[in-house]
């Protein structure tokens, strides 16, 4: 069984910034893309960044030259950077990771996994 476990959101400033972090574990083979995505209170969740395997990313565009998606594959760990935070960006952070899995019974599969959400308030 694998799973992600966020941390990093809480309570900023406009103007301020966060470092969100998104650890996978379990039995994983590897991991294809990582991405974040957002949730704000009565609207759909919405990607906003995502980074390949190779480290290939891509942006939603408000969050462009704001916010920065990396990774450590030797981690298995997801960051997204932001700054210059804006009310805007205040949701419910959600990390999202492809994983292989390989087991003997079932073979290599590829499993959707997401994580809990962490909340993060932009505020003064």
């Known amino acids: 069984q694998v799973q992600l476990v966020e941390s990093g959101g809480g309570l900023v400033q406009p103007g301020g910034s966060l470092r969100l972090s998104c650890a996978a574990s379990?039995?994983?083979?590897?991991?294809?893309?990582m991405g974040w995505y957002r949730q704000a209170p009565g609207k759909q969740r919405e990607l906003v960044a995502l980074?390949?395997?190779?480290?290939?990313?891509n942006y939603e565009d408000s969050v462009k030259g704001r916010f920065t998606i990396s990774r450590d594959n030797a981690k298995n760990t997801v960051y997204l950077q932001m700054d210059s935070l804006k009310p805007d960006d205040t949701a419910v952070y959600f990390c999202?990771?492809?994983?292989?899995?390989?087991?003997?019974?079932?073979?290599?599969?590829?499993?959707?996994?997401w994580g809990q959400g962490t909340l993060v308030t932009v505020s003064s």
């Open positions: 999202k990771a492809d994983i292989v899995v390989n087991s003997r019974t079932q073979g290599y599969r590829i499993l959707e996994v």
């Open positions: 980074i390949t395997k190779g480290g290939n990313t």
């Open positions: 379990g039995s994983i083979f590897s991991i294809n893309n």
